[in-house]
Nanobody, 123 residues
Framework: QVQLVESGGGLVQAGGSLRLSCAVA?????MAWFRQVPGKEREFVAA????????YYADSVKGRFTISRDNAKNTVYLQMNSVRPEDTAVYYC???????????????????WGQGTQVTVSS
């Protein structure tokens, strides 16, 4: 069983930075961040494989957000730079415990989810 706890959300001005953390209990392979606003589907933001060497990003955040993981600390991070009002959402950490996962940007890949942390970007 995998348990995930997000932290680090809050209010930030447009153009600013924020770092989200996801504390992980249990063995995982691919870790990801998704986000959701009311009335919309939960959307993929970024993912990282266990090694930390392979990362994937949605086009909307590429060049601004960085996903990383510290397996020694059992933590996954999402560094958010140059944030925009449209980045406002609840951000969820997700985990997949199957090796060699091919599809990494779909909700159904991930079996475990955190409770979410709110990020609000003011203009």
């Amino acid at each position: 069983q995998v348990q995930l706890v997000e932290s680090g959300g809050g209010l930030v001005q447009a153009g600013g930075s924020l770092r989200l953390s996801c504390a992980v209990a249990g063995r995982t392979d691919v870790m990801a961040w998704f986000r959701q606003v009311p009335g919309k589907e939960r959307e993929f933001v970024a993912a990282v494989r266990w090694s930390g060497l392979s990362t994937y990003y949605a086009d909307s955040v590429k060049g601004r957000f960085t996903i990383s993981r510290d397996n020694a600390k059992n933590t996954v991070y999402l560094q958010m730079n140059s944030v925009r009002p449209e980045d406002t959402a609840v951000y969820y950490c997700a985990a997949d415990d199957h090796p060699n996962t091919v599809v990494i940007n779909r909700r159904w890949t991930y079996d475990y989810w955190g409770q979410g942390t709110q990020v609000t970007v003011s203009s």
